[in-house]
């Protein structure tokens, strides 16, 4: 353990103390010399982002629940934290037992976005554990990685000693079993490393090879030897009823992003948005039902203390039993005044039944992702919704007494051009229209309707993955038409930076050869590089000259069907024929319908036997 008495003169000196003390309500504390596996649940990023994650909750009181397993959780200190650390030379320690983490037997980090690599850099750093992968010896703890960003492990590839590809509730308990029995055989950490590389759903990079082309395209991935895999296939969970769901969870002392109950209805999407990653990552659907979930609503509302519930998936409005749920949730928690909040609703299936019940409670901003302004270019992404849809949503919602309105566009979408941008001013137009429409009586609040734009990212795994995305410049002069289109002062833009964008497309379809720049941009002090006060894109750009990569190479440039890809190697279940069709038929504007409709054979019911579709 750290030094207590140093400890507490560093708390007194940094912003939020709390998020550096632990032993919250519903945290664990257990006796460390009376357990086998000391496991600590890595964020990199913030406590308050950290605690926001469901996938935390999750993995923490499963892990917990096992008697010889002791999970605690170790987050990005902040910079003045930081500082603070170093200046006393105290290695970054676990919530729980203020133990440094390098002596855990593992330290798992969970990459939910591309941007949180330097801080994963930065925390091993702190915590004094070598930060390749080839550099760590026997005692050192294995680190692991899992999570949305490690369906492309590859940028990772050095730093990561293995990775956990898919759902982790699946497979981080055999994981464990075989830790222990290794241990009690006082096996070597490359022996440990061949035992994980035998379960499905774990990838070790160090047991693969890469060939290059001349031009610098993949020629070649494959295991090194014939004991290992030469095709990594995700893990999943078939019955969500079934799996493990937390019914105790942490509540911090401070306020998170989200201080609320997170209910988890389903997971998967079946309407296939041709830029979507966790659409296609995450098939096939599997929903929790009604009744687990209001037995889950009621044991967390009672632990935890929280005001609101909120439905999490990646589309609550298709959630077959929506109307159900909220029905009951409401009928439940009324008189405790628990409030329900439904983001990821669609428009199209935008029920005024459900608008309706949720008022009754309490009323919050309502948010819309049309994605793209024009119809050509929506049936382009598949996004299936039309602008009657929308006004259609909103002219209801204003009717019921809302007054402020989020619009998510992106921009640089494939086959955009720029009429498709002048779209989004036009349908922002039209809802504040629609506003005005409304009899004078019936309009209430002043309004207010905020267009945001994120800048188009090609992820692996998507009918995109090929397309190069629009450079800074271009972005930027999107941008700029976009903002100077907008002359209403009862509308907002706002817009992502072009050059975080950029970078997160380097990550997003990266191979190992980032790893380099990875590191060298950390040493030049990049970390935080999603917290726009942090960015400092000039110092990437230095690391990618020093390390003569070109980043534009893997966020700019076309690729071609026959290409290796670096994720290739990675088995979602959607196939890459699929894939394909979708980015030919995007071509053409064709739309695919919602799956639920009618299969579109997108392959997972064939990879994933067992009738999950
Ligand atoms: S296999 Fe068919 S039904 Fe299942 S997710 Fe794919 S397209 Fe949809």
Same mark, same amino acid.
């Given at each position: 353990m750290i030094n207590k008495d140093t400890l507490d003169k560093i708390l007194s000196r940094v912003e939020k103390p709390a998020r550096y003390i632990g032993n919250e309500i519903n945290s664990y504390n257990k006796n460390t010399k009376e357990v086998k596996v000391r496991f600590a649940f890595a964020f990199p990023d913030i406590y308050e982002v950290g605690m926001s994650h469901l996938g935390?909750?999750?993995?923490?009181?499963?892990?917990?629940?096992?008697?010889?397993v002791f999970c605690e959780r170790v987050f990005a200190p902040w910079v003045d934290m930081e500082h603070e650390l170093r200046k006393y030379n105290?290695?970054?320690?676990?919530?729980?037992?203020?133990?440094?983490?390098?002596?855990?037997?593992?330290?798992?980090?969970?990459?939910?976005?591309?941007?949180?690599?330097?801080?994963?850099?930065?925390?091993?750093?702190?915590?004094?554990?070598?930060?390749?992968?080839?550099?760590?010896?026997?005692?050192?703890p294995f680190i692991i990685a899992g999570g949305p960003c490690a369906y492309n492990p590859e940028p990772l590839a050095d730093i990561i000693d293995f990775f956990v590809i898919g759902e982790s509730e699946e497979l981080i308990l055999e994981i464990i079993e075989i830790y222990k029995k290794w241990k009690e055989n006082n096996r070597t950490r490359e022996e440990f490393l061949e035992d994980v590389s035998q379960i499905q759903g774990v990838y070790v990079p160090k047991f693969y090879e890469v060939t290059y082309n001349q031009d610098g395209t993949i020629k070649e991935f494959r295991p090194k030897t014939d004991k290992y895999p030469s095709v990594i296939k995700k893990r999943i969970i078939k019955n969500l009823d079934e799996v493990y769901f937390p019914d105790r969870v942490i509540v911090p002392y401070i306020e998170t992003v989200h201080d609320r109950v997170m209910l988890e209805i389903f997971r998967g999407c079946?309407?296939?948005?041709?830029?979507c990653q966790a659409g296609m990552i995450y098939r096939p659907v599997r929903e929790r039902s009604v009744d687990r979930l209001l037995d889950y609503a009621q044991k967390l509302v009672e632990i935890t203390g929280h005001e609101e519930i909120s439905l999490s998936s990646l589309s609550?409005?298709?959630?077959?039993?929506?109307?159900?749920?909220?029905?009951?949730?409401?009928?439940k928690f009324k008189d405790k005044k628990i409030g329900l909040s439904l983001p990821s609703l669609r428009l199209d299936s935008f029920s005024l039944d459900i608008i309706q019940e949720i008022q009754k409670v309490r009323k919050t901003g309502l948010t819309f992702?049309? @994605?793209?302004?024009?119809?050509?270019? /929506? =049936?382009?992404?598949?996004? #299936?919704?039309?602008? @009657?849809?929308?006004?259609?949503?909103? /002219? =209801?919602?204003?009717?019921? #007494?809302?007054?402020?309105?989020k619009l998510y566009f992106m921009i640089g979408l494939p086959y955009e051009n720029y009429d498709d941008i002048l779209g989004i001013k036009d349908l922002a137009y039209k809802v504040k229209d629609t506003y005005f429409g409304l009899p004078k009586d019936k309009r209430k609040g002043n309004l207010k309707v905020t267009v945001s734009t994120s800048c188009f990212v090609p992820k692996p795994f998507t009918p995109f993955q090929w397309f190069g995305q629009d450079t800074i410049e271009t972005f930027k002069e999107k941008q700029r038409y976009l903002g100077s289109s907008i002359k209403d002062k009862k509308i907002t833009y706002n817009f992502h930076d072009p050059e975080l964008s950029f970078l997160e497309a380097v990550f997003a379809r990266g191979d190992r050869r980032l790893s380099k720049a990875l590191i060298i941009a950390w040493q030049k002090g990049c970390k935080f590089d999603g917290w726009a006060d942090y960015f400092n894109y000039e110092k990437w750009k230095e690391a990618f000259r020093e390390t003569e990569i070109d980043p534009s190479f893997y966020a700019n440039r076309h690729r071609e069907y026959d290409e290796v890809l670096p994720w290739d190697f990675i088995d979602v279940g959607v196939s890459k024929k699929y894939l394909i069709k979708e980015n030919e038929k995007a071509k053409e504007g064709i739309l695919t319908r919602d799956c639920r409709k009618g299969c579109t054979g997108c392959g997972i019911n064939i990879s994933f036997t067992g009738g999950v579709c």
């Open positions: 935390l909750h999750i993995l923490y009181n499963l892990l917990n629940k096992e008697e010889d105290i290695p970054l320690y676990a919530l729980e037992s203020k133990d440094p983490i390098n002596e855990f037997d593992f330290v798992g980090f969970t990459l939910q976005y591309e941007m949180s690599y330097t801080n994963v850099l930065n925390m091993l750093n702190l915590a004094h554990i070598p930060l390749l992968s080839k550099d760590r010896k026997e005692g050192d079946t309407r296939g948005c041709r830029f609550t409005s298709d959630y077959s039993k929506l109307e159900e749920l909220v029905k009951s949730l409401i009928d992702a049309p @994605e793209a302004g024009s119809q050509r270019l /929506r =049936d382009i992404i598949n996004k #299936g919704i039309n602008e @009657e849809d929308l006004i259609n949503s909103v /002219r =209801d919602a204003f009717y019921l #007494g809302w007054s402020t309105v």
